[in-house]
């Protein structure tokens, strides 16, 4: 495969709760892969807020809110918190006015707003993240998406991917039958788009030669990232799927609507006491999440466990670095590079397990 740039594009986290071990594995693999890759060839990061924002699940939770706490003061409120009402939304059914959630759906699309919950939700993943060390997401940044939704709609139906039914009051879907996969709605009969209608806003005008985008997504979305695969190339864009198992939690694998995260947070791991400094918290939450835990893996999420990995990678910090060998550093890195053209986070981090000493190049993508 010829690749002049990978653009990462993880499925983005709508800001309705807290980031769960979940979230984190995700996150944490997503740091190393663009960091170790940008060490062998050109990568970029592509998030944008506006792909989680956009959405019904973020909009009508936040109408929910406005209607049973229009006075509460936000600002103060811990993600947690935010995230415990998100959960008694689902609860109650998730049901709001439709003209209600239009009417947010418009003010984000037209200006970047955000709901001052959601704006403190993401203001607490960007102190968390900042002290884990991931790289800058662009939490809250204000970027419209690269293309508007008729644009696309259209698009899409000048390719024979739609089956639209709007001039009779119905939904629309991707038709992905010519692939033998099922029709997907991605605007219902109401008007609003779910969160792939987004997704491709912004990846279609990204599709360029030499491109390729790596789709980062939990398996739970797994039939839905295969059928954006196939439409991205029906525009010409190459893709690789890359899938990541959820963290059960207490031996239940459930979305985060349904709560049972609690005392699992990132909030709640950085907050643990421990003498570990903050490399060490860094390294060894890396060692956790993408060393201990593969890809696929179906392992619990074990407070246990991630105390030793930070145990073990404050000792590891304490070694003395590898001499270099004068090898740039995509020589060092080819042994951990998938065929795709991404350097394989869990290669690359269980390699710094051993008793070798760690190339000093190394230590930076982790710390």
Not at 36 to 43: D, F, I, K, P, Q
Not at 282 to 302: E, H, I, N
């Amino acid at each position: 495969m010829v690749l002049d740039e990978l653009v990462v594009a993880p499925v983005t986290i709508t800001p309705t709760k807290p980031l769960t071990p979940t979230h984190v594995k995700g996150l944490l693999w997503t740091d190393i892969l663009v960091k170790a890759s940008a060490l062998a060839g050109r990568v970029r990061l592509l998030w944008n807020d506006r792909m989680a924002t956009l959405t019904t699940q973020s909009t009508a939770f936040w109408h929910y809110l406005d209607r049973t706490e229009p006075d509460t003061d936000w600002s103060g409120e811990s993600a947690a918190l935010i995230g415990e009402r998100y959960v008694r939304f689902h609860a109650d059914g998730g049901k709001s006015d439709t003209r209600a959630v239009g009417a947010y759906l418009d003010r984000i699309d037209a200006s970047s707003w955000i709901h001052p919950a959601g704006r403190r939700v993401l203001d607490s993943w960007r102190a968390e993240l900042d002290l884990l060390g991931v790289g800058d997401l662009g939490l809250g940044e204000d970027r419209p998406l690269a293309a508007a939704a008729d644009t696309t709609l259209e698009a899409l139906a000048e390719r024979g991917l739609l089956l639209d039914h709007r001039r009779f009051g119905g939904p629309v879907h991707l038709d992905g039958t010519r692939w033998g996969l099922p029709l997907r709605q991605v605007v219902g009969s109401d008007g609003h788009a779910n969160y792939l209608l987004p997704i491709l806003r912004e990846l279609i005008p990204a599709i360029g030669p030499g491109r390729v985008f790596l789709l980062v997504f939990d398996d739970g979305l797994a039939a839905d990232y295969l059928l954006l695969e196939r439409v991205l190339a029906t525009f010409g864009g190459r893709s690789v799927r890359l899938a990541f198992s959820r963290v059960p939690i207490d031996g239940t694998v459930r979305s985060s609507r349904y709560g049972g995260w609690r005392g699992a947070t990132l909030s709640d791991l950085s907050a643990v006491t421990g003498s570990a400094d903050r490399d060490a918290y860094r390294l060894g939450m890396r060692l956790y999440f993408a060393g201990v835990l593969p890809r696929r893996s179906a392992q619990p999420f074990r407070m246990p466990v991630l105390r030793r990995c930070v145990g073990r990678a404050a000792r590891l910090l304490t070694r003395t670095p590898a001499a270099g060998d004068g090898r740039p550093p995509e020589a060092t890195l080819s042994r951990y590079r998938d065929p795709n053209g991404y350097v394989d986070p869990y290669r690359l981090t269980t390699s710094l397990l051993g008793r070798v000493p760690v190339a000093p190049e190394l230590l930076k993508v982790y710390t």
